[in-house]
């Protein structure tokens, strides 16, 4: 065993979530904190160069950015369909390093309806001030819900730079009647609008660039990478710290509070190790029973060659939010998203991303190296009505957990997807994409749109292909104490163990109508804010400075 590490607070992963809590924790001098992340620790200024480009893709080549993907983790996305990988980051930044930047709010109704399950101080209106602290919006950070000079900055390209999916969404959407919406992440809008980025100057910005390069220098934070969590010490109902391995050798991180950040598939694992779970010595919850997602449906657009983008083009600048009106649905329930390009893939087979080339999940479309990937309109529902499982394959912490995701199990979400798809064909049937697509596929395959011929059949589709959009959260679910639902209580304290907290996207009440970055890192603002005691959210930034790419 190595020498015990004490803190005051232990930070377990460094990613969305565990980047804000370790810069804001560390925001106060007499607080020794330990963040600890399973894979590499690396400065803003040794990104690799595919994780900067404005091609989010880029971020999951498999050569130059192995390091930052969990090797080996796969999930089943529904029941007609087996095993696949499941993409998420692993190094400081975490999925905020991999994935697509796209950077939208959740929406008022969200976090309204989170307050409703008992959540005290989660409606938007209490968390708007985090909102606006997070960010610094190039395009309306002068405006009364935006940030102007936090971490993380949004910007949205303008037309001119859009590609060739952006213009075809955006035209045939207009056409058929949807309203054009200048910002998503005001607090009303629908229809079409410029899909924002967390970019500066033409680079990805990650949270470690963000929130922990800013907040290095400081004594009283020590960050730990090749740190890998097995459980939680608990002794006499109480969290004193942490099982680790560092650089091969397990050892103890003795601290006064645990805070928990591994994200919704390592977060429940840790705790499920822990003996904190269904019917659990420790405390019995229900850890990784509430897990939810955006359900995913792909047609591949096949572009002409001349207009194929360049490999570093942003991948998308357009979508279109649209509320259905079917049973249960609310506002804006459903996304359609326009996707430039994919990277080629050099053998499809070979590819750790890509389980049935066939079938096409979306998850290939960032294998590959070089461009000349087909582009992509995505369907996804916002809201969902699924929940999947997650459950230890082994007490060993380097065998992956079990994950069913279960999406399309709810009638509901079959039933809108459904219609989305019909709704997707009369987009692209429209005239709008024939000037830059020459073939529009159901697959990878290349099979054509006119095989989705009946609801049968697209049904079938679906449930053969359906994917999943990195959205996982909810399997921590946060929520009232007497809600038989919940794990941790509205500031993000685990029932029945004293100094232990999640603080990531498994905590989430619900998937929010939005992609989950952003939604991510607010709930890190809040809930620091509950862990230190402070009120004004406005007054505690502490000289995070906006940091930018490389
Ligand atoms: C491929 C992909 C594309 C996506 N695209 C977008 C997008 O464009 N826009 C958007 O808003 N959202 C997107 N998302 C979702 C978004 O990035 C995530 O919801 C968000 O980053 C989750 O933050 P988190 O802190 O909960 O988890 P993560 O950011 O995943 O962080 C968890 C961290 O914990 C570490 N860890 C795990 N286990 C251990 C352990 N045992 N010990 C120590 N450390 C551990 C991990 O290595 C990781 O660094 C995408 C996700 C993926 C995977």
């Known amino acids: 065993m190595g020498k015990v590490i004490e803190a005051d607070w232990v930070v377990v ?33 040794e990104a690799p160069p595919e994780m900067r480009s404005m ?42 390093s991999v994935n697509g930047m796209i950077a939208i709010r959740a929406l008022p109704g969200d976090y309204d309806s989170w307050a409703s ?35 993380i900055p949004v910007q949205r390209l303008g037309r001119e730079a859009w590609g ?38 033409g680079a990805r910005v990650t949270v470690n660039d963000g929130y922990l390069e800013p907040a290095r220098q400081r004594p ?28 091969g050798t397990w050892t103890q991180v003795r601290a006064a509070r645990v805070v928990l950040c591994a994200g919704a598939v390592h977060s429940p694992s840790i705790l499920l190790r822990s003996g904190i779970g269904p019917g659990g010595p420790v405390a019995s919850l229900p850890v990784g029973e509430g897990m939810q997602e955006h359900p995913l449906a792909l047609f591949w657009l096949h572009q002409r060659p001349e207009a194929r983008p360049g490999l570093d083009e942003r991948q998308t600048n357009c979508c279109l939010r649209y509320s259905s009106r079917l049973a249960g649905a609310s506002e804006n329930d459903m996304m359609i998203v326009s996707i430039n390009q994919t990277l080629a893939l050099p053998d499809m087979n070979d590819s750790h991303l890509v389980a049935d080339g066939a079938r096409g999940t979306w998850g290939g479309a960032g294998g590959g190296h070089a461009s000349g990937g087909p582009g992509l309109l995505c369907l996804w529902a916002n809201q969902e009505f699924s929940r999947g499982t997650l459950r230890l394959a082994s007490p060993d912490p380097d ?35 024939d000037a830059a697509f020459e073939h529009i596929a159901v697959n990878l395959a290349g ?12 049904d079938r589709w679906l449930l053969e292909t359906i994917g999943d959009t990195g959205h996982i959260c909810g399997t921590c679910r946060m929520s009232a104490p007497d809600d038989p639902r919940a ?18 996207a498994s905590v989430f009440p619900e998937v929010p109508r939005a992609n989950t970055n952003l939604p991510t890192i607010a709930a890190a603002e809040r809930l620091a804010d509950l862990m230190t005691g402070r009120t004004n959210p406005i007054a505690a930034v502490e000289g995070l400075a906006v940091q930018g790419g490389s």
């Open 447 to 458: 099979t054509g749109i006119d095989a989705l011929t009946d609801d049968t059949t697209i």
């Open 117 to 151: 399950y008992g959540c005290p101080g989660w409606s938007y209106e209490e968390m708007l001030p985090y909102l606006r602290r997070m960010e610094s919006d190039a395009d309306f950070g002068d405006r009364p819900h935006h940030g102007a000079d936090g971490p």
């Open 164 to 201: 060739p999916a952006d213009h075809a969404l955006a035209e045939a959407a207009l056409d058929i009647g949807h309203a054009w919406c200048d910002d998503h992440n005001g607090p009303t809008g629908t229809g079409v609008s410029p899909y924002g980025s967390n970019a500066r100057d």
């Open 399 to 433: 065998v992956h957990p079990v994950i069913e995701q279960n999406l399309l199990n709810d009638p509901g979400d079959l039933t809108r997807m459904r219609d989305g798809v019909h709704r997707c064909l009369e987009l692209v049937r429209s005239g709008s994409f």
């Open 220 to 247: 009283n934070l020590r960050i730990v990478g090749d740190a890998t969590v097995d459980q939680v010490i608990v002794e006499g109902g109480r969290a004193v710290g942490v099982r680790v391995r560092v650089e």
């Open 487 to 504: 794990v941790v209580d509205p500031a993000g304290r685990v029932l029945g163990v004293e100094g232990l907290w999640v603080a990531d």
């Open 55 to 96: 091609n989010g893709w880029r971020a999951l080549d498999e050569t130059a950015c192995a390091p930052f993907q969990w090797p080996g983790l796969e999930s089943r996305r529904s029941s007609a369909q087996e095993r696949r990988p499941h993409v998420r980051g692993r190094g400081l930044g975490g999925s905020s």
């Open 13 to 45: 992963g460094g990613g969305s979530a565990g980047c804000v809590l370790a810069a804001r924790l560390s925001g106060d001098p007499t607080q020794e904190v330990v963040l600890l992340e399973a894979g590499p620790d690396w400065r803003s200024a």
